[in-house]
């Protein structure tokens, strides 16, 4: 079993910038793919970001490119999601997530085995 704990999120004003830490705990996650999601009200949960296990190759979805970066520390077991210039359309619940399957870089809900609990992102228009 892996938890895992998101942090971070917050009230930011549109061209701010944000930094959500993922903890994870109860098992090493330096073998594992890594992603982060979002879902806004009334929406379904969307991918965002993912690192792999080996190599740390990113992907991310069009909307986020340039501005976020995903990284990891498998040293501390926590995976960070750095938000730059960041848009109202940005505000959501994001979650952090580990995919234990060896998909490479999963960018779908069902291909992701664990999940945190979620932080919110609230960027006023």
């Known amino acids: 079993q892996v938890q895992l704990v998101e942090s971070g999120g917050g009230l930011v004003q549109a061209g701010g910038s944000l930094r959500l830490s993922c903890a994870a705990s109860?098992?090493?996650?330096?073998?594992?793919?890594m992603g982060w999601f979002r879902q806004a009200p009334g929406k379904e949960r969307e991918f965002v970001a993912a690192?792999?296990?080996?190599?740390?190759?990113?992907n991310y979805t069009d909307s986020v490119k340039g501005r976020f970066t995903i990284s990891r520390d498998n040293a501390k077991n926590t995976v960070y999601l750095q938000m730059n210039s960041l848009k109202p359309e940005d505000t959501a619940v994001y979650y952090c997530?580990?995919?234990?399957?060896?998909?490479?870089?999963?960018?779908?809900?069902?291909?992701?085995?664990?999940w945190g609990h979620g932080t919110q992102v609230t960027v006023p228009s």
């Open positions: 109860g098992r090493s996650i330096s073998k594992y793919a």
């Open positions: 997530a580990a995919e234990v399957g060896g998909y490479v870089l999963p960018a779908t809900v069902k291909q992701y085995d664990y």
């Open positions: 690192i792999s296990w080996i190599g740390g190759v990113t």
